[in-house]
């Protein structure tokens, strides 16, 4: 949590370091100090949100990025497990606090062929246990035309994910706050295997 006074003591020799996550708000600490001012916890969400620090998705697939997926055989999607998890800003002025969290609600990814995939977790990392236990991925897609280039054609892949926001308040105020997302996106080749019918005579 930071104090109005870390907020202005910050501007003399430069910002103090952020643990990832936080955030200042020195519009509220400066308006703290006007007369006449009051803590107005939906002002200071509001400024905490608009500097939340959320990380973009890292993209994982299966076959690997770089290798072609092939028409009708499923591909794995997902993104890093580890970064899958609430984010939290404090902001404080003399009157009190606010906390502001960002809850990972879900992935939609676009797969280039005028598809969508929604996940609501991260995916699973493809492994040969997870394949024997699965058989198919909780996150994937699988192409069932080449893109228009043509075999080995790329198209790309793009990950939206959403995040939940709220706010809570030291005097017991709380609420929703507008949606956030971060995406990144790769781009990723399209092939098809072509069967050859033989005769056994």
Same mark, same amino acid.
């Not at 290798?67 to 009190?96: C, H, Q, Y």
């Not at 996150?139 to 793009?158: I, Q, R, S, W």
């Given at each position: ?33 006007? /007369?006449?001012? =009051? ?13 939340? =620090?959320? %990380? ?7 076959? %690997?990025?770089?290798? /072609? =997926? ?5 591909? $794995? ?6 970064? $899958? ?7 404080? !002025? ?22 969508? !995939? ?28 080449? /893109? ?40 990723? %080749? ?10 056994? =005579?």
């Amino acid at each position: 949590m930071f104090t109005s006074a870390e907020f202005l003591e910050s501007g003399k020799e430069g910002p103090l370091p952020l643990p990832r996550g936080m955030a200042r708000c020195e519009e509220a600490a400066a308006g703290e100090s006007a /007369p006449g001012s =009051r803590f107005d916890p939906a002002v200071l969400a509001e400024q905490a949100r608009a500097v939340m =620090r959320l %990380p973009e998705p890292v993209i994982g697939t299966a076959p %690997p990025l770089g290798k /072609p =997926r092939f028409v009708n055989l499923p591909s $794995w999607m997902w993104i890093a497990k580890e970064d $899958w998890g609430p984010v939290a800003v404090t902001a404080s !002025v003399s009157a009190g606090s606010v906390t502001v969290v960002a809850a990972p609600q879900r992935v939609v990814w676009n797969t280039g062929d005028g598809h969508e !995939v929604v996940c609501t977790g991260p995916g699973t990392v493809f492994s040969r246990a997870a394949y024997r236990e699965e058989g198919s991925p909780d996150c994937g897609h699988t192409y069932t035309a080449l /893109p228009p280039g043509g075999a080995g054609a790329t198209v790309d892949v793009t990950a939206v994910w959403e995040w939940e926001v709220s706010w809570s308040a030291t005097d017991g105020q709380g609420g929703d706050l507008e949606d956030l997302a971060t995406s990144s996106s790769v781009a990723v %080749p399209v092939n098809e295997i072509h069967s050859v019918v033989t005769h056994i =005579r």
